[in-house]
């Protein structure tokens, strides 16, 4: 199994920043690939940036693009680096990893294990 710990979140106004954190533990070797999700409250789950490691690749949504940015420690922990936060982006920020190289890496299937979420709550 893998743990998945995430930190950072919070309360900002709209326009500012955020970094958030996940660290990962447990039996991480074989882990290919890491991403975070974001879930309002009657929403679905919605992948906002991805990090294939390895391949050197990252993955964003179109509603993030420009504004948030994934990185990692070529370790076991990504961040997630949010700027010109809006009230939109209101939501439970989610840590997941997956043991696959997949063709949607935004989507939640990609993944098979997931972090308990970190608040995030911007205001206009």
């Known amino acids: 199994q893998v743990q998945l710990v995430e930190s950072g979140g919070g309360s900002v106004q709209a326009g500012g920043s955020l970094t958030l954190s996940c660290s990962a533990s447990?039996?991480?070797?074989?882990?290919?690939?890491m991403a975070w999700f974001r879930q309002a409250p009657g929403t679905e789950r919605e992948g906002v940036g991805a990090?294939?490691?390895?391949?050197?690749?990252t993955y964003y949504a179109a509603s993030v693009k420009g504004r948030f940015t994934v990185s990692h420690d070529n370790g076991n922990t990504i961040y997630l680096h949010m700027n010109t936060l809006q009230p939109d982006d209101t939501a439970m920020y989610i840590c997941?990893?997956?043991?696959?190289?997949?063709?949607?890496?935004?989507?939640?299937?990609?993944?098979?294990?997931w972090g308990r979420g970190t608040q995030v709550a911007v205001s206009s």
């Open positions: 447990g039996h991480t070797a074989g882990i290919k690939s």
């Open positions: 990090v294939y490691a390895d391949a050197g690749a």
């Open positions: 997941a990893a997956g043991r696959t190289y997949s063709p949607t890496p935004l989507r939640p299937s990609a993944y098979n294990f």
